[in-house]
């Protein structure tokens, strides 16, 4: 819209800031939540590997030791940089990085054997586009593993958590319930394997830290705001005298037929 920052332009402004914080994120290295994406990519020694926004390389630095090179790909040059930072670290050489946008893969038709993107979908202006570009670049049968934020299947839920996760960060555009997700990649011609929901109960200060005042304001209003259904719903509790809220994300795993 005229006079509105894309949605990519935010991300570059914002994660250039915070690539710092994302490569000590705990949620964002989970070892349980990774495993779990190496599990469902099934790589092998000799492939190629693709993790499109890597940000600072989680998922990267993960599969690399599995497949025979991963390319690395993100918007935010201040994001790859810190995941060559860390890759240098962690003495893994099989990785390389290219500054480009989910929307338009600058790679040739069917040259990776699986596809990783975690915990950023949420921020692509054009979903459907980012996926038929990851479909794209795979080969036939080859696998895509997506982790992202999500939302369950509640229409305030879903309202809400948009809210107050756009509050949080400018580059959001939107989180998808399990069945859309389902929806999406079958419309984009990929075969799903497996579409699996979890939750993480997380302190509320997770949606106000680093954001500026007025909107972190903004969240606790709402919080403040919602009636006792609403906030079972949410699954808001206090905790050691601090607000605990429900966080709902998304495993997906498709094929290339």
């Not at 920052?5 to 570059?12: G, I, Y």
């Not at 993480?200 to 006792?228: C, D, R």
Request: charged share 25%; aromatic share 6%; with cysteine.
């Amino acid at each position: 819209m005229c006079g509105m920052e894309a949605p990519e332009h935010a991300a570059r402004r914002i994660f250039g800031k915070r690539s710092k914080f994302y490569t000590e994120s705990a949620v964002h290295k989970d070892p349980q939540v990774l495993a779990r994406v190496i599990e469902l990519a099934a790589p092998r020694p000799d492939w190629s590997a693709l993790d499109v926004a890597t940000g600072t390389g989680h998922t990267a630095h993960a599969l690399a030791q599995y497949v025979a090179e991963i390319t690395c790909i993100d918007i935010t040059p201040h994001m790859l940089a810190e995941a060559g930072r860390l890759a240098h670290e962690l003495g893994i050489v099989n990785l390389r990085f290219c500054l480009a946008d989910a929307h338009a893969l600058p790679f040739d038709d069917g040259v990776f054997n699986v596809v990783t993107c975690r915990r950023a979908a949420h921020h692509f202006s054009g979903i459907m586009q980012a996926l038929l570009e990851m479909k794209r670049v795979m080969r036939a049968g080859g696998r895509l593993v997506i982790d992202d934020r999500s939302v369950p299947e509640d229409d305030f839920v879903n309202s809400c958590m948009n809210e107050l996760d756009r509050l949080h960060d400018d580059s959001h555009v939107r989180e998808y319930p399990p069945s859309e997700w389902r929806r999406l990649l079958e419309s984009s011609g990929l075969t799903v394997d497996l579409v699996e929901p979890y939750t993480k109960h997380l302190p509320l200060t997770s949606l106000t830290t680093n954001v500026p005042l007025e909107k972190a304001q903004k969240v606790h209003a709402i919080i403040n705001e919602l009636t006792y259904a609403q906030r079972k719903a949410m699954k808001v509790l206090e905790k050691d005298g601090e607000l605990y809220l429900n966080h709902w994300y998304v495993m997906l795993s498709a094929h290339r037929p």
